[in-house]
């Protein structure tokens, strides 16, 4: 337990000279922007994933093979736009791979740009989701996580992919004492979950309870939060912005 708590603490407060520096923390801030954006997009969205691409998979088989609440199109196009976004993220990676803070501030300044687009869109609707609606924040919400996915892949932060858990939770049961194993990074992982489930929560709450557009600005507050804090801790060569 004392393991877990002090990982736990040095993920959200990374000590002097660590190696990612201010990184663990914004990493689980996005982890809770995936939870947020996949919440509306199968909430409010049609029953599809913007960042989830594995569940995207399953529930095109699911609408080939004549599953009511599930749409062809919406997974389709979801991940096209993925792929396009993912993209989009290797160009930006390739331009600023030499600096990690230079290219966290880049993305999340790009995805903040997309996700204020789609609030904008929403509450001129007044949260309604007509069909144009629907598929243009498939679209913008996909690209802004494919994005992210790509950016995320070349920072290297481990057990913060901030997307992809199903590995995280292998590695929590199978790198466990009990298992055998050295438990590496304990409190990371449990955060890394929590972070995205409690995005997902709030997401839901605001979706079901509140406005799309709500849930949405949310998402658009904390990419802002991110691409600021980033920008300002990088401003000097320290160790951690180099790859």
Not at 14 to 26: A, C, E, I, K, S
Not at 172 to 186: E, I, V
């Amino acid at each position: 337990m004392r393991k877990l708590l002090t990982d736990a603490v040095r993920t959200l407060v990374p000590p002097r000279g660590d190696r990612h520096g201010p990184l663990p923390p914004l990493m689980l801030t996005l982890t809770a922007v995936t939870g947020l954006v996949d919440a509306v997009s199968y909430l409010a969205l049609g029953h599809v994933f913007v960042a989830n691409m594995t569940g995207n998979v399953v529930f095109l088989a699911f609408a080939l093979a004549g599953s009511k609440g599930h749409s062809v199109v919406a997974s389709v196009v979801a991940m096209a736009a993925f792929l396009v976004g993912a993209l989009a993220g290797g160009r930006i990676v390739t331009r600023f791979a030499a600096h990690r803070g230079r290219l966290l501030t880049m993305a999340t300044a790009l995805q903040a740009v997309v996700f204020a687009v789609a609030v904008v869109m929403t509450a001129v609707t007044h949260g309604r989701v007509t069909t144009v609606v629907q598929y243009t924040t498939i679209v913008l919400l996909a690209l802004a996580m494919g994005l992210q996915n790509a950016v995320t892949r070349r920072l290297g932060v481990p057990d913060l992919t901030t997307t992809v858990l199903t590995f995280t939770l292998t590695g929590l049961a199978a790198d466990s004492t009990p298992a055998g194993g050295s438990a590496p990074r304990p409190g990371r992982r449990i955060l890394s979950v929590l972070a995205m489930f409690l995005g997902a929560l709030a997401s839901a709450e605001l979706v079901l309870h509140a406005e799309l557009t709500l849930a949405l600005g949310l998402g658009l507050v904390l990419l802002v939060v991110t691409s600021v804090t980033t920008h300002r801790l990088s401003a000097s060569n320290a160790a951690w912005t180099k790859p």
